[in-house]
């Protein structure tokens, strides 16, 4: 059974930083891609990172720059550095894991909350 189990998330004041880790299993994390989405209150879920097999990260326009995605294979975890978190970065974080049949999977969610 595929599990996602996200952490880290919490309350931090605007230009602080928070490390979110996402631990899976159930599948061979070696070989999937990771992704990061976020959902806002009163929005839809979006992208935010994602990291491929091999390493090679992507970011969303909002917060590149600001995050940063990696991988530990040996510990089936991923991780997503935040750094300067704004206000607007205000949301619960999801990690996610698609296999071969296009099937999603997700975490329950981590809650960040930035204060001004």
């Known amino acids: 059974e595929v599990q996602l189990v996200e952490s880290g998330g919490g309350l931090v004041q605007a230009g602080g930083s928070l490390r979110l880790s996402c631990v899976a299993s159930?599948?061979?994390?070696?070989?999937?891609?990771i992704g990061w989405f976020r959902q806002a209150p009163g929005k839809e879920r979006e992208f935010a990172a994602h990291i491929t097999s091999y390493g090679l990260s992507s970011y969303a326009d909002s917060v590149k720059g600001r995050f940063t995605i990696s991988r530990d294979n040996g510990k089936k975890t991923v991780y997503l550095q935040m750094n300067n978190l704004k206000p607007e970065d205000t949301a619960v974080y999801y990690c996610?894991?698609?296999?071969?049949?296009?099937?999603?999977?997700w975490g329950q969610g981590t809650q960040v909350t930035v204060s001004s």
């Open positions: 996610n894991v698609r296999d071969r049949t296009y099937t999603n999977y």
């Open positions: 159930g599948f061979t994390f070696d070989d999937y891609a």
